[in-house]
């Protein structure tokens, strides 16, 4: 297993650099966010390379009017302000539109969740599932890993939709060992099997189920990790195929419960089913996080780090 | 380089504004919905572009490369389009008769679902965005074609019009005109009363926009505007400020800070046609 570490966004942008060699229809717009690899995209493509300055609502108008002429367009930005100062605009030229026409625009929003620790609650994005899942006509896709954001670059492409791209701020190992056997159109993947709890999770938390199946392995514990990575759509038959023969399954994102995320998404496909299958929503409740540190820190005070995890596991594994 | 446009040329414009008056109030009169003094300011503009002949556009190739680019950006005060549409051969004329009925697509504020509209329109300042993007697009293929956009003046409270008006320089996009209707009033009052947005020609000169400013009811000045700056691709935006009355032609609303909320009830519809010069 390879656990190479990489951002997402360094492994999405250098396949869209290189496609933008063939591919002449294809435009890369930021508003004023980097990577190393945009340096090399811009210095090759200065035609088709626009830095808007910091204005997320215009990077939408903008990459609108672009794709109603035809064109292929990236807006990358950093993701609470590419999803909610620009939500407006999200919602009238990209979704009403994609309604009516063929407009493709891909959002490249980084710093899902919690990736921008330190910086605090402005830039922590906990609500951009739910708001942006909420809107209709646009494909929501949240990796985990940095070889399933690669295999995301073919997708935006042949896929004329608008699409919100959420990507974590922070190298993580590569997760996935066969991405050439992942349907991406499944939008999910079962990372591990187990009895009794399935954890279900995305982007970052993906990591965090992982180590604490493999943890609780070593106690004798065998659970289930499913790694939803396309939020919409999702397939809810082929998912429920996956979660039904779980007791428990327990939802774990870094975003805020109840409100519409993962949870809400796993809870619905369970309610429309009359399962009987226990939901627990693991994640962060109606309050802001304002307490300093890094992630693994703010993930403790949350019992959301491994131990917190693990614990919660046990505990219902006991009354189940 | 500009023909010169005869009398009888404007006369016939003249005409047509009198008509696309008549329409929009036998539109209000069916669809009490509709916003009526705003359309009634934009209605030369709308005359002078299309009858006019200076937007290039073809209804039985609604998507055909050749046409130029008209966004509508104050969608709400654009009722008085649909006439001109429906005369065009957008869709059929009976189409009017339905505004705001179950079925039709023509709603009390337009968006893209009506043949002829580019984008969705009703939510403000969204449309000279947008309209940057189409005119970059067409830029980079080398293409000759204009985007016009039009919005009102309240809609330049709007954070995102700056934006766009920045980038609009900054990419030299000459192919784009931007019209305002100056009609002085917003929803709850004049502008002046609300944030003074003048002096606008210097706003937009400070953002390096190429300005000029007309009487925005008289065709031949609006025609001989835009019309010079359509031909004018010397690296930047163009905005022409067309000095309108909200509510133009019925006396009741021209003087009535209040008029963008005001109806004209639908037994009084007549009358005011008679008023209308």
Not at chain 1, 127 to 138: A, G
Request: proline share 3%; glycine share 8%; net charge negative.
């Amino acid at each position: 297993m390879i656990i190479e570490k990489k951002t997402m966004r360094d492994a999405f942008i250098e396949q869209i650099y290189h496609r933008m060699h063939e591919d002449s229809g294809i435009f890369f717009l930021t508003a004023d966010f980097g990577s190393p690899v945009l340096d090399r995209l811009k210095r090759k493509f200065e035609d088709r390379f626009i830095n808007v300055g910091i204005a997320e609502q215009n990077l939408i108008n903008v990459s609108t009017g672009l794709a109603l002429e035809g064109y292929t367009v990236y807006a990358y930005a950093i993701a609470p302000f590419l999803t909610m100062r620009a939500y407006e605009q999200i919602r009238v030229n990209l979704s009403l539109h994609a309604q009516l026409k063929e407009i493709n625009v891909n959002l490249i929003g980084v710093g899902a969740g919690l990736s921008y620790d330190v910086s605090g609650p402005t830039h922590h994005c906990l609500e951009d599932i739910s708001i942006i899942r909420t809107l209709p006509n646009i494909i929501v896709f949240s990796p985990s890993d940095w070889v399933l954001a690669e295999k995301f670059a073919d997708y935006s492409i042949k896929t004329k939709k608008p699409k919100y791209i959420r990507f974590d701020g922070k190298p993580l190992p590569q997760i996935y060992e066969n991405i050439n056997d992942i349907k991406l159109e499944n939008g999910f993947h079962e990372m591990r099997k187990g009895k009794e709890i399935c954890l279900v999770s995305t982007g970052y938390m993906t990591h965090s189920a992982v180590g604490v199946a493999d943890m609780l392995v070593k106690e004798g514990i065998a659970i289930g990790v499913v790694d939803v990575f396309l939020l919409k759509p999702l397939n809810d038959d082929l998912f429920f195929e996956a979660v039904e023969g779980y007791k428990c399954v327990m939802t774990i994102e870094e975003a805020f419960v109840k409100k519409g995320g993962l949870d809400s998404l796993v809870a619905g496909i369970l309610n429309d089913r009359n399962s009987n299958i226990r939901l627990v929503r693991m994640g962060f409740n109606d309050a802001y996080v304002f307490d300093i540190g890094n992630r693994a820190y703010l993930h403790r005070l949350n019992n959301l780090d491994a131990e917190g995890i693990a614990k919660n596991i046990r505990e219902i594994l006991n009354v189940l | 380089m500009l023909a010169e446009k005869s009398e009888q040329f404007f006369e016939y414009l003249r005409d047509k504004a009198l008509w696309v008056r008549k329409e929009t109030l036998n539109i209000h009169r069916i669809a009490q919905e509709t916003r009526l003094a705003s359309s009634l300011s934009c209605v030369e503009i709308f005359v002078v572009l299309y009858y006019g002949k200076i937007i290039n556009h073809n209804p039985s190739d609604m998507k055909c490369e050749k046409r130029d680019r008209f966004i509508i950006s104050k969608g709400h005060g654009s009722i008085s389009f649909y006439p001109i549409l429906a005369d065009m051969g957008y869709f059929e004329r009976e189409e009017l008769g339905r505004v705001c009925k179950e079925g039709t697509f023509l709603g009390g504020i337009p968006d893209c679902i009506i043949p002829g509209y580019e984008t969705t329109n009703g939510s403000l300042g969204h449309g000279l965005g947008v309209a940057c993007g189409i005119a970059l697009a067409l830029k980079r293929r080398k293409r000759k074609e204009r985007v016009f956009v039009l919005v009102g003046d309240g809609e330049l409270y709007e954070g995102s019009i700056w934006e766009a008006v920045m980038f609009a320089s900054e990419h030299r996009l000459d192919n784009l005109i931007l019209i305002i209707d100056n009609n002085k009033a917003c929803m709850l009052d004049y502008c002046k009363n609300i944030i003074n947005l003048e002096p606008l020609d210097e706003k937009f000169r400070a953002f390096r926009w190429d300005t000029m400013t007309v009487d925005g009811h008289d065709v031949s000045q609006l025609y001989s505007a835009i019309s010079t700056m359509g031909q004018d691709y010397g690296g930047k935006p163009k905005v022409l400020i067309a000095n309108t009355v909200k509510g133009k032609g019925i006396s009741a609303l021209e003087s009535d800070p209040l008029s963008h909320i005001r109806n004209i009830k639908p037994e009084d519809i007549d009358s005011v046609i008679a008023e209308l010069r």
